[in-house]
């Protein structure tokens, strides 16, 4: 009887970390900085923080310019969601796309983002993007000697 109920627990604990809420539309109706913007769905406003990407800080050097790039390809746009988890500010980490772009990835390849090493698991495709910016001099690619955000936090 225990092994049942075990193999049991098991399967539904297996089932809740694997479990991947739908994707969504909604609409962009704010923009926090370069990886963070707030949807509404019609119902409730939700934040959401892009998946596998890390924008300068406001600031930083390309903070202002990274939130205005998001700005353009995002604000008052209907974006599709799609929910990866949750981190810890209790933020909705998804992948997003507006006017049918992949936000996340068109971040990178305009210099306005770095990809996350720290969360890039499914997103290995962001790392040509970046190459092709730094190649570029893209963006934050235009200073000699940028600062990843993650780094200037710790500062």
């Not at 050097?61 to 929910?83: D, H, L, Q, R």
């Not at 962001?126 to 690619?141: H, P, S, T």
């Amino acid at each position: 009887m225990t092994r049942k109920w075990l193999g049991s627990a098991l399967f539904v604990c297996s089932m809740l970390l694997t479990y991947k809420a739908s994707a969504f539309d909604a609409k962009v109706v704010g923009i926090k900085d370069g990886d963070t913007i707030v949807v509404f769905d019609g119902t409730s406003s939700t934040t959401i923080r892009l998946a596998a990407i890390d924008a300068p800080e406001k600031s930083q050097a390309f903070g202002e310019a990274a939130k205005k790039a998001m700005s353009s390809i995002c604000f008052g746009k209907m974006a599709t969601v799609n929910p990866i988890n949750t981190d810890r500010y209790s933020r909705t980490v998804a992948d997003v796309f507006c006017a049918g772009k992949n936000a996340g990835e068109w971040m990178v390849y305009n210099g306005f983002a770095w990809v996350y090493d720290r969360y890039v698991s499914g997103h290995i495709q962001y790392y040509g993007a970046q190459k092709i910016a730094r190649e570029q001099r893209k963006g934050l690619w235009q200073d000699n000697n940028p600062i990843a955000p993650w780094d200037f936090r710790v500062k």
